[in-house]
């Protein structure tokens, strides 16, 4: 065997090692699952498929080699992607490119990105990193100074306008708080100091068409055709299939194009139409295996910083599920977050991924070193 062989050799044989293999194929089925929904919600648009190949490619692509990154170069690069990602969400603020009524996105060199994204991890790096330079628990001045590092960056995308976005990005840092010892009477004083200023937020820090959607929840039949027009066609939709569902491709509301973002943020009213509430239960089952194992996996971290971490972001992903089937089940106001791992869309699915293979390369690193 030749030198490039053996590195070859070497190579895959420390990809494999790294990779969790239950964690893996719990991702897989949930893919699958995505896949073959997002065939029915898109019409069968092969155009739509290709591009959703070509994004599940990348995705884990990004995946590997995030595996591959140890917790000290995170903890290291932390501070360098978060400020990266804060300025990139002034410049949206300054210079962003519109689309769908909203100021999301940067074009740099053709390629157009959202920032926002990416604070999906940096977020919780930062914090994480913050606190595992600091004596755990954390005392009021540190939970403080990591509360602006989650809430400087939930402002900036609020102001683009992108609740949903901004709701992950603050779930993610408020994860790792709690993870690094939030005492429960601040984090009570906290949920208490919220609802008093909900009616504040409601009428001075919402926008007309955000205060909408909250009004539109209690009362969707307000505006049938309107504002309610999303929450009624998802709820019929999800109603009529059933226990076992109408069957694969043949949803009545999707196919009739009755249901509104159908491959995106309401991707789940087509799940539960076609494969009904035994295809919920399974659905559901395997999310919370996944948030089940990622918080295991959190537990085998090598250090605290891996462990803060991967906490955060495993129950990020449960954020994920309870906001997207809440709006889509009408129990929350719409606020546009994917279904994860479903919906059609290639930067929350490589954000998620590589969410994914940090989870794993930091647990990888631990389990390496005791031989």
């Known amino acids: 065997m030749n030198t490039g062989d053996f590195n070859f050799s070497k190579l895959l044989l420390r990809w494999l090692t790294s990779i969790d293999l239950v964690l893996v194929v719990a991702i897989i089925l949930l ?25 599940l490619i990348l995705a884990t692509s990004i995946m590997l080699i995030a595996t591959q990154l140890s917790s000290e170069i995170l903890n290291r690069w932390s501070i360098w992607v978060y400020a990266f990602g804060v300025l990139f969400l002034v410049l949206v603020l300054i210079q962003g490119s519109m689309g769908k009524g909203a100021q999301r996105w940067i074009e740099l060199g053709g390629l157009r990105f959202q920032p926002s994204e990416v604070m999906k991890l940096a977020v919780p790096m930062m914090v994480a990193s913050y606190f595992s330079k600091k004596t755990l628990p954390p005392s009021f001045k540190d939970i403080f100074i990591a509360s602006l590092l989650v809430v400087i960056p939930m402002l900036l995308i609020v102001k683009q306008p992108d609740l949903g976005t901004a709701l992950l990005v603050g779930s993610a840092g408020f994860f790792v708080i709690y993870f690094a010892g939030l005492p429960w009477k601040w984090l009570l004083a906290t949920l208490i100091a919220g609802i008093i200023a909900a009616p504040l937020i409601f009428y001075f820090g919402m926008h007309d068409y955000q205060r909408q959607r909250v009004l539109t929840l209690f009362n969707p039949d307000a505006d049938r055709l309107g504002s309610g027009y999303h929450i009624i066609q998802s709820t019929i939709a999800i109603g009529s299939g059933g226990v076992y569902g109408k069957g694969w491709l043949k949803g009545d509301q999707s196919r009739l194009d009755f249901l509104p973002e159908r491959h995106t943020d309401f991707i789940f009213a087509v799940f539960g139409e076609e494969f009904g509430l035994l295809g919920n239960l399974i659905l559901f089952s395997l999310y919370i295996f996944i948030i089940w194992r990622g918080l295991y996996l959190a537990t085998k971290g090598e250090d605290t ?3 803060l971490l991967g906490g955060g972001l495993s129950l990020t ?3 994920y599920l309870l906001v997207n089937t809440g709006m889509v089940s009408g129990v929350l106001p719409v606020v546009g977050v994917p279904l994860p791992l479903i919906s059609y869309g290639g930067t929350s699915l490589v954000t998620l991924m590589a969410a994914f293979g940090l989870l794993m390369g930091m647990r990888k690193r631990k389990k390496r070193s005791n031989h």
């Open 305 to 307: 910083f891996a462990r």
């Open 31 to 55: 893919i699958f699952l995505g896949t073959i929904t997002l065939f029915s919600a898109t019409g069968e648009n092969q155009a739509m498929m290709n591009t959703h190949t070509i994004h």
């Open 317 to 319: 992903f449960f954020i």
